[in-house]
């Protein structure tokens, strides 16, 4: 009986052994989890505040310019079709894929 009653205790004290194992694991994945929400929170806090001290850039330039071809000086005469082909533009003029 002594020892059956000891193998019932050791598998039992095993298997809250292995529960306190999970628990643990658990609360460690929490966390990490609630520091690395904490941490997109704190970012995104950040990039808000820059991003209204951008908007207000972008503003400001906007108001200055509000089509963005003030530096453009060839006639308008001068661009024109010829056969259907639109022509080259200037030479000095920094095409990006957005044209």
């Known amino acids: 009986m002594t020892k059956d009653n000891?193998?019932?205790l050791?598998?039992?004290l095993d298997a809250k052994q292995v529960e306190a194992n999970?628990?643990?694991?658990?609360?460690q994945f929490?966390?990490?989890m609630r520091s690395q929400h904490?941490?997109?929170?704190?970012?995104r806090d950040d990039t808000?505040?820059?991003g209204a001290d951008n908007a207000g850039l972008l503003d400001a330039a906007s108001q200055n310019?509000?089509?963005g071809?003030?530096?453009?000086?060839e006639d308008s005469e001068s661009m024109h079709e010829v056969d259907g082909t639109p022509p080259l533009p200037p030479k000095n003029t920094d095409l990006t894929p957005n044209g």
């Open 22 to 27: 999970k628990m643990n694991e658990a609360n």
């Open 38 to 43: 904490q941490a997109v929170l704190n970012w």
């Open 69 to 73: 071809n003030e530096d453009r000086t």
């Open 6 to 8: 000891a193998k019932l």
């Open 48 to 50: 808000g505040k820059d």
């Open 65 to 67: 310019s509000a089509s």
């Open 10 to 12: 050791q598998r039992w």
């Open 30 to 32: 929490y966390e990490n």
